[in-house]
Protein backbone atom coordinates (compact mmCIF):
# COMPACT_ATOMS: atom_id res chain seq x y z
CA UNK A 1 0.00 0.00 0.00
CA UNK A 2 1.01 3.21 -1.01
CA UNK A 3 1.84 6.00 1.87
CA UNK A 4 -0.37 8.12 -0.44
CA UNK A 5 -3.01 5.45 -0.49
CA UNK A 6 -2.26 4.87 3.39
CA UNK A 7 -3.07 9.24 3.78
CA UNK A 8 -6.34 8.98 1.74
CA UNK A 9 -7.89 5.92 3.58
CA UNK A 10 -7.18 7.37 6.89
CA UNK A 11 -8.51 10.55 6.51
CA UNK A 12 -12.20 10.68 7.52
CA UNK A 13 -14.49 13.88 6.87
CA UNK A 14 -16.38 13.44 10.52
CA UNK A 15 -16.61 11.30 13.52
CA UNK A 16 -20.47 10.31 14.04
CA UNK A 17 -20.21 9.82 17.35
CA UNK A 18 -17.64 12.89 18.53
CA UNK A 19 -18.99 15.20 15.97
CA UNK A 20 -22.45 15.53 15.64
CA UNK A 21 -23.53 18.30 17.17
CA UNK A 22 -21.04 20.52 15.24
CA UNK A 23 -22.64 22.66 13.06
CA UNK A 24 -20.26 21.91 10.12
CA UNK A 25 -22.00 18.30 10.51
CA UNK A 26 -25.51 19.44 10.92
CA UNK A 27 -24.71 21.46 7.71
CA UNK A 28 -23.77 18.61 5.42
CA UNK A 29 -25.60 15.59 6.79
CA UNK A 30 -28.50 15.72 4.23
CA UNK A 31 -27.04 18.50 1.88
CA UNK A 32 -23.62 20.55 0.79
CA UNK A 33 -25.77 23.54 -0.16
CA UNK A 34 -27.98 25.01 2.68
CA UNK A 35 -30.33 28.13 2.40
CA UNK A 36 -30.27 31.05 4.72
CA UNK A 37 -32.89 33.67 5.02
CA UNK A 38 -31.64 35.89 8.17
CA UNK A 39 -28.43 37.59 7.78
CA UNK A 40 -27.72 37.10 11.35
CA UNK A 41 -28.07 33.37 11.23
CA UNK A 42 -26.27 33.17 8.44
CA UNK A 43 -23.39 35.73 9.72
CA UNK A 44 -23.50 33.52 13.20
CA UNK A 45 -22.79 30.39 10.69
CA UNK A 46 -20.03 31.96 8.95
CA UNK A 47 -17.98 32.91 11.89
CA UNK A 48 -18.33 29.36 13.45
CA UNK A 49 -17.33 27.92 10.34
CA UNK A 50 -14.42 30.39 9.91
CA UNK A 51 -13.50 30.27 13.62
CA UNK A 52 -13.38 26.68 13.69
CA UNK A 53 -10.48 26.63 10.54
CA UNK A 54 -12.69 26.54 7.13
CA UNK A 55 -11.22 29.08 4.33
CA UNK A 56 -14.17 31.02 3.54
CA UNK A 57 -14.71 32.37 0.12
CA UNK A 58 -17.54 35.12 0.53
CA UNK A 59 -19.55 36.30 -2.37
CA UNK A 60 -22.04 39.17 -2.80
CA UNK A 61 -24.61 38.16 -5.13
CA UNK A 62 -26.46 41.26 -5.56
CA UNK A 63 -23.70 42.36 -7.63
CA UNK A 64 -24.39 39.66 -9.97
CA UNK A 65 -26.46 41.18 -13.27
CA UNK A 66 -25.43 38.76 -15.72
CA UNK A 67 -23.20 35.32 -15.46
CA UNK A 68 -20.25 36.75 -16.82
CA UNK A 69 -21.15 39.00 -13.50
CA UNK A 70 -20.78 35.71 -11.21
CA UNK A 71 -17.81 34.55 -13.22
CA UNK A 72 -15.64 37.19 -12.81
CA UNK A 73 -16.20 37.19 -8.93
CA UNK A 74 -16.22 33.61 -8.18
CA UNK A 75 -12.66 33.56 -10.28
CA UNK A 76 -10.96 35.97 -8.58
CA UNK A 77 -12.88 34.70 -4.96
CA UNK A 78 -10.60 31.14 -5.69
CA UNK A 79 -7.85 32.22 -7.47
CA UNK A 80 -8.71 30.64 -10.66
CA UNK A 81 -5.98 30.46 -13.45
CA UNK A 82 -5.80 33.00 -15.94
CA UNK A 83 -6.96 30.42 -18.54
CA UNK A 84 -10.45 29.97 -16.44
CA UNK A 85 -13.07 29.76 -19.05
CA UNK A 86 -15.80 31.81 -17.88
CA UNK A 87 -18.35 29.62 -18.37
CA UNK A 88 -20.01 26.70 -16.49
CA UNK A 89 -18.14 23.70 -17.58
CA UNK A 90 -14.93 25.59 -16.70
CA UNK A 91 -16.41 26.23 -13.26
CA UNK A 92 -16.87 22.89 -12.76
CA UNK A 93 -13.63 22.21 -13.92
CA UNK A 94 -11.71 24.61 -11.53
CA UNK A 95 -13.91 23.74 -8.89
CA UNK A 96 -13.10 20.16 -9.02
CA UNK A 97 -9.32 21.47 -8.78
CA UNK A 98 -10.23 23.67 -5.70
CA UNK A 99 -11.34 19.80 -4.20
CA UNK A 100 -7.60 18.70 -5.09
CA UNK A 101 -6.26 21.79 -3.31
CA UNK A 102 -4.67 23.07 -6.25
CA UNK A 103 -6.29 26.44 -5.59
CA UNK A 104 -9.18 27.91 -3.40
CA UNK A 105 -8.42 26.80 -0.25
CA UNK A 106 -5.45 24.37 1.96
CA UNK A 107 -5.13 21.35 3.12
CA UNK A 108 -4.19 22.76 6.72
CA UNK A 109 -7.67 24.51 6.43
CA UNK A 110 -10.35 22.25 8.42
CA UNK A 111 -12.60 22.75 4.98
CA UNK A 112 -13.92 25.32 2.18
CA UNK A 113 -16.55 27.38 2.78
CA UNK A 114 -18.44 29.26 -0.30
CA UNK A 115 -20.88 32.03 1.27
CA UNK A 116 -23.08 33.53 -0.94
CA UNK A 117 -24.88 36.88 0.27
CA UNK A 118 -28.19 38.04 -1.30
CA UNK A 119 -27.93 34.92 -3.85
CA UNK A 120 -32.48 35.52 -4.31
CA UNK A 121 -31.23 38.72 -6.33
CA UNK A 122 -28.82 36.42 -9.02
CA UNK A 123 -31.77 34.09 -9.16
CA UNK A 124 -33.88 36.47 -10.16
CA UNK A 125 -31.22 37.67 -12.90
CA UNK A 126 -30.55 34.44 -14.15
CA UNK A 127 -32.57 31.71 -12.56
CA UNK A 128 -30.68 29.05 -14.85
CA UNK A 129 -27.36 29.83 -14.58
CA UNK A 130 -28.27 30.21 -10.31
CA UNK A 131 -29.38 26.85 -10.21
CA UNK A 132 -26.76 25.13 -12.51
CA UNK A 133 -23.89 26.91 -10.39
CA UNK A 134 -25.16 25.49 -6.98
CA UNK A 135 -25.72 22.29 -9.02
CA UNK A 136 -21.76 21.95 -9.67
CA UNK A 137 -20.55 23.17 -5.86
CA UNK A 138 -22.98 20.60 -4.54
CA UNK A 139 -21.66 17.75 -6.98
CA UNK A 140 -17.58 18.46 -6.32
CA UNK A 141 -18.50 19.16 -2.37
CA UNK A 142 -19.80 14.95 -2.63
CA UNK A 143 -16.14 14.08 -4.36
CA UNK A 144 -14.30 16.34 -2.56
CA UNK A 145 -16.58 14.02 1.16
CA UNK A 146 -15.37 11.33 -0.57
CA UNK A 147 -11.35 12.68 -0.21
CA UNK A 148 -12.01 13.87 3.87
CA UNK A 149 -11.94 17.06 2.28
CA UNK A 150 -14.84 19.27 3.83
CA UNK A 151 -16.56 21.57 1.35
CA UNK A 152 -19.81 23.10 1.48
CA UNK A 153 -21.98 26.16 0.37
CA UNK A 154 -23.90 28.49 2.53
CA UNK A 155 -26.55 30.68 0.56
CA UNK A 156 -28.39 33.79 2.40
CA UNK A 157 -31.71 35.05 0.51
CA UNK A 158 -33.75 38.10 1.51
CA UNK A 159 -36.50 35.75 0.06
CA UNK A 160 -37.90 33.38 2.72
CA UNK A 161 -39.73 31.15 0.08
CA UNK A 162 -36.43 30.83 -2.11
CA UNK A 163 -36.51 27.16 -3.18
CA UNK A 164 -34.36 25.04 -6.03
CA UNK A 165 -34.53 21.49 -7.56
CA UNK A 166 -32.09 19.28 -5.82
CA UNK A 167 -28.62 20.25 -6.68
CA UNK A 168 -25.34 17.35 -7.24
CA UNK A 169 -28.43 14.82 -6.46
CA UNK A 170 -29.01 16.54 -2.98
CA UNK A 171 -32.21 18.82 -1.80
CA UNK A 172 -31.28 22.38 -1.14
CA UNK A 173 -32.34 22.81 2.75
CA UNK A 174 -32.96 25.44 4.93
CA UNK A 175 -30.78 25.61 8.07
CA UNK A 176 -32.13 23.83 11.20
CA UNK A 177 -32.80 27.08 12.88
CA UNK A 178 -35.02 28.75 10.35
CA UNK A 179 -36.50 25.08 8.88
CA UNK A 180 -40.24 26.04 9.72
CA UNK A 181 -41.56 28.29 7.76
CA UNK A 182 -42.51 30.10 10.61
CA UNK A 183 -39.33 31.13 11.49
CA UNK A 184 -38.67 33.16 8.40
CA UNK A 185 -40.82 35.42 9.16
CA UNK A 186 -40.41 38.91 10.20
CA UNK A 187 -40.47 38.92 14.25
CA UNK A 188 -40.20 35.91 14.46
CA UNK A 189 -37.49 33.91 17.00
CA UNK A 190 -35.14 32.68 15.00
CA UNK A 191 -33.69 29.50 18.50
CA UNK A 192 -32.33 27.13 18.82
CA UNK A 193 -28.94 28.81 18.95
CA UNK A 194 -26.55 27.59 16.22
CA UNK A 195 -23.57 25.80 18.40
Do not use: K
Amino acid sequence: MSARFAYRVAVTAFDRDADARRLDYRLMANTFVTLFWRPSVFDEAVQWLAGHGYTVVHLDARRWATEADMHREVASALDFPDYYGHNLDALNDCLRDVVAYRYGTTREATGLLIAFNGYHAFAEADPRCAAEVLDIIAGQARSAALIGHRMLCLVQSDDPQIAFEPVGAMPVLWNHREWLDARRQPGSDPHPPIA
